[in-house]
T-cell receptor
Framework: DQQVKQNSPSLSVQEGRISILNCDYT??????FLWYKKYPAEGPTFLIS?????DKNEDGRFTVFLNKSAKHLSLHIVPSQPGDSAVYFC???????????FGAGTQVVVTP | EAQVTQNPRYLITVTGKKLTVTCSQN?????MSWYRQDPGLGLRQIYY???????DKGDVPEGYKVSRKEKRNFPLILESPSPNQTSLYFC????????????FGNGTRLTVT
């Protein structure tokens, strides 16, 4: 049973607009969350993370929001660029354990 | 250049023929792990290693073996591959396996006929 769920397999957005990717989790013990980005024929690369003591973390065009009560996190990309077209994976772990659980991924396509 | 190197990138084999996928990292990372990626299922952990000679099962360990005799290497062994092990495999490493991000290799596409 998947403990991390990305319910939107794909997302299409116009260049310059905001991309919002969503992720839900079921395990209340998760306290560290990450987003990875994956291009075709490459391995995933780390994008941004957030610990459960925060509700927002920002890094340039990327912002991750965490809502612990709803067991929900989201990744905002503003503004979206063509190079952002990739698969985005949400991942979560219990910090004391270190084992990451990944979601199924969301394919983002940024159109000109 | 800091990297995780997997070989081979592509592999086609037949049921029951033992194979090994190699993984090496040059970042002196303590933690290494193997994942498989399947459509609709994301990345699922097969095995992981917190340090040399320390390995443990992930979520889908059946049919796989690993070893960690040296810090830099973490090979994945399929003693008797079956078609349901056809998948895209990724090796990853991180500083300590806790809140440090994973660095992934470029993947191995395995087909078992």
């Amino acid at each position: 049973d998947q403990q991390v769920k990305q319910n939107s397999p794909s997302l299409s957005v116009q260049e310059g607009r905001i991309s919002i990717l969503n992720c839900d989790y079921t395990n209340s013990m998760f306290d560290y969350f990450l987003w990875y980005k994956k291009y075709p024929a490459e391995g995933p690369t780390f994008l941004i993370s957030i610990s459960s003591i925060k509700d927002k973390n920002e890094d340039g065009r990327f912002t991750v929001f965490l809502n612990k009560s709803a067991k929900h996190l989201s990744l905002h990309i503003v503004p979206s660029q063509p190079g952002d077209s990739a698969v985005y994976f949400c991942a979560a772990s219990e910090a004391s354990w270190g084992k990451l659980q990944f979601g199924a991924g969301t394919q983002v396509v940024v159109t000109p | 250049e800091a990297q995780v190197t997997q070989n081979p990138r592509y592999l086609i084999t037949v049921t029951g023929k033992k194979l090994t996928v190699t993984c090496s990292q040059n970042m002196n990372h303590e933690y290494m792990s193997w994942y498989r990626q399947d459509p609709g299922l994301g990345l699922r952990q097969i095995y992981y290693s917190m340090n040399v000679e320390v390995t443990d099962k992930g979520d889908v360990p059946e049919g796989y073996k690993v070893s960690r005799k040296e810090k830099r290497n973490f090979p994945l062994i399929l003693e008797s591959p079956s078609p349901n092990q056809t998948s895209l495999y990724f090796c990853a490493s991180s500083f300590d396996g806790f809140n440090s991000p994973l660095h992934f290799g470029n993947g191995t596409r395995l087909t078992v006929t």
